[in-house]
């Protein structure tokens, strides 16, 4: 356990190296400067409480630190260069430890080994605090995750699109010789690697009606009004290449409701139905692969696919539109769209809708621009993966 505040060459302290940058320094010393700065500023943490897991996001932070700067640089660039951007839309994830994986990419181990031990702490103790995401529950995942590892160390301008579950792959422990699952709570002390961005979010509808209309030029148009609308709010994460500067992104999405509280309900003391809406919103990006047993379960899994590839694609829209300056017509000569397996395949059909209702193609040129864009993965032909279920 370290003194943090009367540690020698703590930032501010005067005896530090004034040269060093704390936020990108890559030496053992800067390190331990930053960890320093984060366990008192960032974290604030007296320093007679500190834990080993309190020096992991203290080091983790530092780390993004010098990612950061990398990660914006390389989205610049490829809006400079007007490159074409690979997306990769998946309903798994399965990124495994981020510290080691970016410690080792970076070529920072041993500099971040020196700086534990100068506070006192055990390397391999504090990277064994990391609480792996479980986004995935097997070779989808993980396949995924290393297509956006080996896509950023070759320099390839790359986007991953996918869910933030607030629950993922389930725990599981034995007791008395059976096995006993238990609910994968890996937000639970936070998660130092990914940058929320509340004001960067799309709705998304569900349910409801259609609606036959003129649009201003008079020609007929069927307008669809949904029953329920539930809110997409972005969570970035680097993706840091091996031994390079470029530093791609994961953008998962975390489900909330456009009005979070019922104030009227509130007020008339119904506060289960006050709070109704952000609780069925929540339940979207609740939990990975919910139990499609039961009807309910599968329009759950439904909702959850549909979700996150309109997010994904009013994001893409919106960086082709509003950032590139370019127009919707001209979205396959800069994206091309991988889709992984049966999950996101809804995408088809959404970008479809997104060209023709929101944007006012024709069909056919809405078509030729969606066959263009999107190529297709296809992992296994069991029934219970391609999740095809009966209309009743």
């Known amino acids: ?59 983790a932070l530092a780390v993004r630190d010098r990612m950061q700067k990398r990660w914006t640089d390389t989205t610049q660039t490829y809006l400079d ?7 990769y839309l998946s309903a798994e994830f399965l990124l495994g430890p981020h510290l080691g994986n970016n410690l080792l990419n970076l070529h920072l181990e ?21 609480e ?84 201003p030029d008079g020609q007929p148009r069927v307008r669809w009004i949904p029953e329920r609308v539930v809110k997409g709010v972005y969570y970035g994460t680097p993706i840091q290449g091996y031994g390079v500067n470029t530093c791609n992104t994961l953008t998962l999405w975390s489900a909330n409701a456009v009005n979070a509280l019922a104030l009227e309900a509130f007020n008339a003391g119904d506060y289960y139905r006050a709070v109704e809406d952000q609780v069925v919103s929540e339940n979207v990006t609740k939990v990975l692969y919910p139990n499609d047993e039961p009807e309910v379960g599968k329009q759950l ?17 919106h960086l082709l539109e509003d950032f590139a300056g370019l127009t919707a017509h001209q979205l396959p000569d800069r994206v091309a769209v991988q889709l992984n397996d049966t999950h ?29 864009t999107f190529a297709y993965t296809n992992h296994t032909l069991l029934p219970e993966a391609l999740e095809t279920w009966p209309l009743k």
Request: hydrophobic share 40%.
């Open 1 to 59: 356990m370290s003194d943090v505040s009367n540690s020698p060459g703590a930032a501010g302290d005067p005896g530090a190296d004034p040269a060093a940058d704390i936020r990108t320094g890559m030496s053992a010393a800067c390190l331990r400067q930053a960890i320093e700065d984060h366990l008192r500023y960032t974290l604030g943490r007296p320093f007679q409480l500190l834990q080993p897991q309190h020096y992991y996001h203290a080091l």
């Open 301 to 317: 899994r439904l909702l959850q696919q549909y979700f996150f590839v309109s997010c994904s694609l009013q994001d893409i829209l």
């Open 132 to 215: 792996e995401p479980g986004l995935g529950n097997g070779g989808l995942g993980r396949l995924a995750a290393c297509y956006l590892d080996s896509l950023a160390t070759l320099e390839r301008p790359a986007i991953g699109y996918g869910i933030r579950y607030e629950f993922g792959i389930f725990d599981q422990e034995i007791r008395n010789g059976v096995q006993v699952e238990r609910t994968d709570n890996w937000l639970a002390s936070g998660n130092p690697w990914e940058i929320a961005k509340p004001e960067l979010n799309y709705e998304v509808g569900w349910g409801g009606r259609t609606e036959h209309d003129a649009d």
């Open 110 to 130: 041993e500099e971040a080994r020196e700086a534990l031990a100068a506070l006192g702490q055990d390397y391999d103790e504090v990277l064994a605090c990391e």
């Open 344 to 372: 996101p395949s809804i995408a088809v059909a959404e970008l479809m809708r997104l060209l023709i209702d929101e944007r006012g193609f024709g069909w056919d040129e809405a078509w030729a621009i969606t066959v263009a």
């Open 81 to 87: 260069l007007s490159r074409k951007v690979a997306v």
